[in-house]
DNA sequence: GGTACTATTTGATGATTGTCAAACCATCTA
DNA sequence: TAGATGGTTTGACAATCATCAAATAGTACC
């Protein structure tokens, strides 16, 4: 009923990787929205607010989904996206408190 | 005597440029090499284990000072780089911690 | 089945990036 | 002053990236 889409284990989360994705400020702004609520959120482009079409924001989604820093979830003809809170937490501590202080 | 390279001021560093710093493999090795000693080290190329040009090496040295992670100091022909450990901490608590742990 | 809807993939484009060789600059030293 | 030295800047190149329009895929609803 409810899928995931592929993405790394926490063991294989890439700091590197994990930096590039931070490293741009739409998916920081996306991270940051994400990190304001402790579940999954739709990923929707009229949800979130930036300046950038559809297929651009199904791209930032893929890498951060990619990179292990979130959950994206399908449900029928909706995906919901979830930040990795404790994978990354467990992974390198602090650094997603840091990022989002 | 001693100069210093122009560098942003400790309020002016910005987190998605510093993000964009750490997230390349030759950088984030630059700044845990850096990070091991707490006083300024030579940028000389024969003294890290990279393997790059020298230009390269000068070019990421720049990218780190820019963003605020590093000083870079003059004296005669010789350069030294140093981590702005507290200042990249009192604008990120926790960041550098976590990035170096 | 057909249509509307949500979101991604494809393909293309302009901008940025990491890299090096060659030229350059500033400093030290003979 | 001339040469050697430490390091940067310039210029070029290939690779990667962010972006969008158009096409596509999967799902829901009538």
Redesign the pocket.
């Known amino acids: 009923m409810t899928r995931t889409l592929p993405q790394p284990a926490t063991e294989a989360i890439d700091l590197v990787t994990v930096l ?1 994705a931070l490293g ?1 400020p ?1 998916r920081l702004e996306l991270v940051r929205t994400l990190a304001k609520e402790d579940e999954p959120r ?4 009229d949800k979130y607010d930036v ?13 951060l989904r990619e990179a292990g820093l979130t959950t ?1 979830f399908v449900n ?4 919901w996206v979830e930040l990795r809170r404790e994978d990354v937490h467990s992974r390198f501590p602090g650094l997603l408190d840091a990022v989002l202080a």
Chains 1, 2 share one sequence.
């Open positions: 590039q741009d739409v739709p990923c929707s482009i300046e950038i079409s559809a297929p651009t924001l199904s791209h930032h989604w893929r890498i994206t029928g003809r909706t995906r």
